[in-house]
């Protein structure tokens, strides 16, 4: 049996199931980030000092990383751009591209928490580090499940554009919002954690 | 093809050159956020002024990229309805940290 509405739009919601997915998946995803700005709100108000994030962190390399996240989303929204005008062989590129700039970013965070760990700044050290920690990692998360659904529609999952291309451009758009909303959630975490 | 893709297909020649337009403002305005930090402003200030330009940002990333500019009705609502819960989320610690009226 096929799983029904996939390509063509419902009548009630005029969109389709995966749109409607997506966007509630995100709806819960910002819930899940703003508990934690919230907490974050909460523990830097309630501290009689707090450290200017450029003392301790690396700025010039979040900002590196912060043009990094903001080329892969134009690299993403090209990637769908091309299957649109249906272009696969420019669409593996920009896809990819957006792969390779996720793993670069990744990279750089690797070498960031490798030099705190060098200095024995630990999440247990204070708690600025406990939340600069704990909101760079999960975002960290996120980059990484994205770049495998992205990985997965680039390899394996391009298959789809065979038999039914139609669905798997909305899938790649689908997996496009996700990777959005990654760059939209980074854009806040760098001033609130470097700058402030 | 559905009516969506043919709807995005004629223009998306005029949708690129906007990526394009927007990939720049928000290399421009990632710059203007470093800058501004570098005056060394008091906290309130500062904070303002990020927040300011992150939801620049971020309501570019969001109206463009993921093109909130041009989305059905039931996005529009689902949304709004997380936009309330967020900002109460937010509002909760502050009201709390401010002694609110029904916090003492």
Known sequence: ????????????????????????????????FGA?????????????????????LDVP??????????????????????????????????????????AVFLVVKYFEYGHHFHLGEFPSHNNFLALYFT????????????????????????????????WFINRVEHAGLFWHFVDLVWIFLFPTLYLL | ??????????????????????????????????AISRFHLPVHQAVTIALIVATIKGSLVACYFMHLIS????????????VVFFIALLAL???TVHDGFWIH
């Open chain 1, 61 to 102: 390399l979040a900002t590196f990383n912060t043009v990094v996240l903001i080329s892969s989303s134009v690299t993403m929204v090209m990637a769908w751009a091309s299957l649109m005008r249906r272009r696969f062989g420019t669409f593996r590129i920009y896809m990819g591209t957006t792969i390779l700039l996720g």
């Open chain 1, 36 to 56: 934690l700005f919230a907490s974050y709100i909460l523990i830097r108000t309630g501290s009689p000092v707090w450290p200017r994030g450029d003392t301790i």
């Open chain 2, 1 to 34: 093809m559905t009516s969506d893709h043919a709807d995005h297909a004629v223009d998306i020649d005029k949708h690129v050159r906007i990526y394009i337009t927007v990939f720049a403002a928000l290399l421009v305005l990632t710059i203007v956020t470093v």
């Open chain 2, 93 to 95: 610690p502050v009201i």
């Open chain 1, 135 to 166: 909101l760079t990692g999960l975002h960290m998360l996120h980059v990484a499940g994205g770049m495998a659904v992205n990985a997965y529609f680039w390899g394996p999952g391009a298959k789809l554009w065979k038999t039914n291309p139609e």
């Open chain 1, 1 to 32: 049996m096929d799983i029904p509405y996939t390509v063509e739009l419902r009548r009630d919601t005029g969109l389709n199931n995966g749109k409607i997915g997506i966007w509630l998946f995100l709806a819960s995803e910002v819930m899940l």
């Open chain 2, 71 to 82: 989305e059905k009705r039931l996005i529009y609502a689902v949304l709004a309805l997380t």
